[in-house]
């Protein structure tokens, strides 16, 4: 007895190749539908893979259905034994009879079956572990190439993981060799991630922007940025009426660096320490003034009595008030979603990245953002006010990136820079 297994692409071709190496002297065991060619799992086609038995005592009956290209018949043959006596029709044979000999078989050790089940196992494993996400030593080259320069820009493994199966569903296997096209198009999906937030082109007097986040992340020097930006005027923009804000009047300095932002830019800076004190003051520049940049005690994002506080202080700003969550570059993308997910309750308008000159990698920063679905407005690189802050676009984190080749032009054709409108009075 020899076991056997083919594969084509039906069941009919199927028991073609086998009458041609075997004859009639062949039992069906069992049939089933497959994924066949490919490469490591790309471009498979359905097919059919038939196992069995020869033996010369064994007449194997044709079957007609199969020769027309009917519908297949169940997983065993009819089989008819040679006999000096008159031959009568047989049963088909029962298949959890047929499967008890194969194990039987595979316990005495017959080399042939031990061979197709180990074969068997193998396939098996291979389907579990792809079923996981593989294993990335069977992958294309590229598709390596492209993980690894992902994971050094510290990019969070479920977005690296959704990067690789764009690859492979919208690339070629011919495609895949041509690796600058590949990173390039990454480039534009990476690209594509980013959102941009888009400032109402029209504002009430007087326009609240208050900044809320972590300790440590750099919310008063942005706020000194903010007002430089808007109250010394750049850009053909006329200077603004600025006044500036601050609930962090305890921490050690934090008084004295903003009083000195406010006397270098001849900017007003009051203080307040309570919910009624904030109303109270902001009431007072409704007259006037253009812009009111309120400042923040850096609070835990852990500490949510600490935050519930802050939120019921800044309630006096009023509805109309921008609020904006400021964190630093240089956070791991788990603490990043986490600051995202705690600060939420502030129904923040949008990110501020600050001390992106501190770190080479920024994958971290547009993950999160990304998977939390949140925009970016601006950025800051360096202490100087007001040059170390711009709006934020998305070449400027395209060019941040390690390990690409950069088109410059090629990207800012793809994503130009909107010009900043002026903004309209009402």
């Known amino acids: 007895m020899e076991y056997f297994i083919e594969q084509a692409l039906t069941y009919t071709e199927c028991l073609n190749k086998i009458r041609m190496k075997y004859g009639d002297r062949y039992t069906i065991l069992y049939h089933k ?129 959704n990067i690789l199966d764009r690859i492979k569903r919208e690339f070629s296997l011919d495609a895949l060799n041509k690796y600058e096209a590949v990173q390039d198009r990454v480039l534009e999906w990476i690209g594509e991630s980013i959102i941009l937030y888009k400032e109402d082109k029209f504002q009430r007097r007087p326009r609240i922007m208050a900044l809320v986040g972590p300790t440590g992340v750099g919310k008063t020097t942005t706020i000194a940025k903010l007002a430089a930006i808007f109250g010394i005027g750049n850009s053909g923009r006329r200077p603004l009426s600025v006044r500036m804000i601050t609930t962090d009047a305890f921490r050690i300095g934090a008084k004295a660096q903003i009083e000195a932002y406010g006397n270098i830019m001849a900017l007003p800076v009051s203080y307040v320490e309570d919910y009624d004190d904030l109303k109270k003051t902001i009431a007072q520049y409704s007259d006037g003034v253009d812009m009111i940049l309120v400042d923040t005690i850096g609070k835990s994002p852990r500490d949510a009595v600490k935050l519930g506080e802050m939120k019921q202080l800044l309630d006096a700003c009023g509805t109309q008030a921008e609020l904006y969550l400021a964190v630093a570059a240089t956070t791991k993308s788990s603490d990043l979603k986490e600051i995202l997910r705690q600060f939420e309750p502030f129904n923040y308008r949008s990110v501020i990245i600050t001390k992106l000159d501190e770190t080479i990698r920024v994958g971290n920063v547009i993950s999160a953002l990304s998977e939390r679905g949140k925009s970016i407005s601006y950025i800051t690189d360096g202490q100087k006010v007001p040059s170390n802050i711009q709006k934020a676009t998305i070449v400027r984190f395209l060019i941040n990136l390690e390990g690409f080749h950069v088109n410059r032009a090629q990207i800012e054709g793809r994503f130009p820079s909107d010009e900043a409108e002026q903004i309209q009075w009402r």
């Open 33 to 161: 539908n497959i994924r066949m060619g490919g490469f490591l799992g790309l471009f498979a086609k359905d097919g059919v893979e038939v196992t069995g038995f020869t033996s010369n005592n064994i007449i194997k009956n044709v079957n007609s259905l199969a020769l027309s290209g009917a519908s297949p018949p169940g997983p065993i043959g009819t089989q008819v034994f040679t006999s000096p006596a008159p031959v009568e029709p047989r049963k088909p044979l029962d298949f959890e009879e047929e499967k008890k000999k194969v194990i039987a078989a595979a316990n005495r050790g017959d080399p042939t079956l031990q061979m197709v089940l180990s074969e068997v196992r193998t396939l098996k494993e291979k389907i579990e572990a792809n079923a996981v996400g593989g294993s990335s030593s069977e992958e294309h080259p590229t598709l390596g190439r492209i993980e690894e320069i992902l994971t050094l820009n510290d990019f969070s493994p479920p977005y690296c993981q």
